[in-house]
């Protein structure tokens, strides 16, 4: 489009945008078709994500989960856990989750060095939810954040930012 466009459009965005064009020939008339045809079927995977969305909630409560409630996790990032996890009392410790879902350090000490590294073991999935969750909280005004800011105010070092 000349002058184009923003990055990330609604399909209804999008539609409304698509209609304002009008190809002079036959490139731009197969181009605009093709473009219709694709949000037709985006507006139908938007329909799929927000039913599933939906069923995930009600599936999430049916359990008792309380896991929406938290910041920075969504229906399917609460119903990762309940599946992968089942009864969290089935785990003695924290300390035992924690080596569970890859987020407990590895001592990594040698003589007078003290010091530990990212275990690259555990349950991925569950490591990636937890890791979402923690992103979105440091991006909002949340306890996560405020505890993360304690942290870094009492001498502990940021974490090096993740590889894309």
């Not at 924290?94 to 350090?105: D, E, L």
């Amino acid at each position: 489009m000349p002058g184009g466009a923003k990055k990330f459009l609604s399909a209804p965005q999008a539609r409304a945008l698509l209609n304002t064009v009008r190809p002079r020939d036959i490139v731009g008339r197969t181009r605009r078709q093709l473009a219709s045809e694709l949000i037709t079927e985006l507006t139908a995977i938007d329909k799929k994500i927000k039913a599933a969305n939906a069923q995930l909630t009600e599936l999430v409560e049916a359990t008792g989960s309380r896991l929406q409630e938290l910041n920075g996790i969504g229906p399917s990032g609460a119903a990762r856990p309940i599946g992968d996890i089942g009864d969290i009392h089935r785990f003695a410790s924290r300390a035992h989750f924690a080596s569970w879902n890859g987020t407990a350090p590895i001592d990594a000490s040698s003589g007078d060095q003290n010091r530990h590294r990212l275990s690259r073991a555990g349950n991925r999935r569950i490591n990636r939810a937890l890791h979402i969750m923690t992103v979105v909280q440091l991006r909002h005004d949340t306890e996560g954040r405020a505890y993360y800011r304690r942290k870094l105010a009492a001498g502990k070092t940021q974490p090096k930012p993740c590889a894309p």
